[in-house]
């Protein structure tokens, strides 16, 4: 099945041209390795919690989503600071297995999930409903299926991003047709959920 990253804000971030691919953790009950974050990374800066069955029911920002299937779903603002003009963007989403860390997060479903990306510039707020988004962006591959022991990069490539003082804001809504998620994301002390990794531009984090 096709996982959709449709996200303009996310293709601000990165070239439609961007493969994405998958990399497989190891099991062990340290971090795992493959699901460390090169720095300097974002976190999110705000997740709100939306409802498809109560679409204009505003729940507001959460630290702690929950994706469900046909009705919960959370829009991410990742906000990249003026540094990233000139650097490579690399949009990631880990889950490491329960093993692998202390975080908590229930996960059931068959991994299933839509992403529908913001416009550059646009993210959510403390209003956002299912049926008030943010502008919604293009639509980039990203994996079929996202399951535990796994780290994605959904995206690598230039930040699109203008020169500026100020921080872009890129995000998209993510929910699933079948699967339950709930996470705390965090980079501590695994990484668990969405982030946006900063690398140098050159020629082996362009995957040339
Ligand atoms: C969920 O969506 C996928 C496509 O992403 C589709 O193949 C699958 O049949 C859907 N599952 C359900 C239960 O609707
Ligand atoms: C990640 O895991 C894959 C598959 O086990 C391995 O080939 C790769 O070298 C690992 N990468 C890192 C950075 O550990
Ligand atoms: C989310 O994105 C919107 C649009 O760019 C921005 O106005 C808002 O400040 C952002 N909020 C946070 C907390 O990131
Ligand atoms: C959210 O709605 C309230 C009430 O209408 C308003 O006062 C507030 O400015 C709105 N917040 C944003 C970020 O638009």
Redesign the pocket.
Known sequence: MRFLLTASALAAVVAAVATPFEVELDERVTCPPNGTLAKPYEN???IVQVSKKNPDKKYG?TKHPKITPNDLCAAI???LPPKAFGMVCRLSFKIPLKTETPSTYDYAGKGHFQFQG?LS?????ENTTYNNQ?LPGPSPTAPDNISPGHSYTLLQAPCLIPPSLT???V?GLLCSNDTSFDWVNSDSPCPLGFFVELLQLNLENLGL
């Open positions: 999110p800066s705000l920002p603002n990742l906000s913001y510039g646009f993210g959510a707020d943010p921080p872009v804001t995000g």
